[in-house]
């Protein structure tokens, strides 16, 4: 698992630890298992928060972890053209590639650590495909595709499109040097990541040798979920069990606490696990396939001005690629 690593963890800035008497750390409501299923074009992914409350995920409304697979020759895949309205697409890499287009004129090809941040807005067509060389040879493919709500204020904002270098995320080190903390976006312990966000967000991916744990100070007006990608261990004050492809949902306060188990399995060196929170936006969602809006009335104008073709056309290199199915 590649993404972004160091030599010396030693040498990056320590996370300092809060004072327990002065903060609390969150408890953890639940802990769900992801279902696998398939997107795109059949690219196996887990669906990290089927089966939890929207209102518990705000302002949050999906996130798959795309495989992690290793494809053999000629299976890698992406997706068709798909339009997209109402809120913004977080797609991290941690090991293989993905190209990107959009009828905006954003894209390009993103691999180990890097994150392509689409802010959807008032529409348009995206598509997602591995470059032809790995299509050819086949390898490792792993990641993550975060859905980001936006407030009814910017649900109709110009698209734009963030193309977030492995090497421009803020690296951390835990207290003990136990965990290397990937800051993406947000702030953690006055350490922003690049990522810019309309709603307020933190995402992290941190990964935590055997037998660690961190203690990451978390804003208390955001909500707090962990996710691990890979590997086993335990959150929150009473050590919950975490095991690979479970979330982890946390109730109020100001820090939160994630361990790895002292023997990992086989193929994961360390416990790999994806941070995130975020300021509630509370509005009604009404959400269908591709577009996140607040209305069903408004869910109906999108596909109505999807169909008419307002949300955007293939370019001429593309034309003979279908984009007539929505798709997620």
Do not use: C
Not at 98 to 123: E, K, V, Y
Not at 209 to 226: E, I, K, Y
């Amino acid at each position: 698992m590649p993404a972004v690593t160091v030599d010396n963890i030693l040498a990056l800035p320590r996370i300092q630890t809060p004072d327990p008497s002065v903060s609390v750390d969150r408890p953890v409501i639940s802990v769900t298992t992801a279902p696998t299923g398939y997107e795109g074009e059949g690219f196996p992914v887990r669906r990290a928060f089927a089966g939890v409350d929207i209102r518990a995920l705000d302002p949050f409304i999906h996130m798959d972890q795309m495989g992690e697979v290793e494809y053999a020759p000629g299976e890698p895949k992406g997706t068709p053209w798909h339009p997209h309205r109402g809120f913004e697409t977080v797609t991290y890499m941690i090991d293989g590639q993905m190209a990107h287009q959009d009828s905006h004129g954003g894209g390009g090809l993103i691999t180990n650590g890097d994150t392509q941040w689409m802010t959807a807005g008032s529409g348009l067509l995206h598509i997602e495909t591995p470059p032809e060389h790995l299509v050819v040879s086949g390898g490792l493919f792993h990641g993550v595709q975060l859905w980001v709500n936006l407030p009814r204020a910017d649900k109709f904002l110009e698209p734009a499109y963030q193309d977030i270098r492995a090497d421009n995320v803020a690296l951390l080190s835990s207290a003990d040097g136990g965990a290397l903390i990937r800051v993406i976006a947000g702030d953690v312990d006055g350490h922003a990541g690049p990522g810019s966000t309309h709603t307020p967000i933190t995402l992290v991916h941190a990964s935590i040798s055997p037998g660690a744990s961190v203690t990451l100070p978390w804003n208390r007006d955001f909500n707090a979920l962990v996710f691990s990608l890979g590997g086993n261990g335990s959150v929150g004050p009473n050590q919950q069990p975490l095991r690979e492809g479970q979330l982890a949902v946390f109730g109020q306060g100001d820090t939160l606490t994630v361990a790895a188990d002292s023997n990992q399995d086989a193929r994961h060196k360390n416990l790999e696990v994806f941070i995130l929170g975020g300021q509630p936006i509370r509005e009604p969602v009404a959400m269908y396939g591709p577009f996140v809006m607040n209305t069903k009335q408004e869910l109906m104008d999108a596909f109505d001005d999807f169909q008419a073709g307002k949300l955007g056309t293939i370019p001429a290199v593309h034309a003979g690629v279908s984009g007539s199915t929505p798709d997620a």
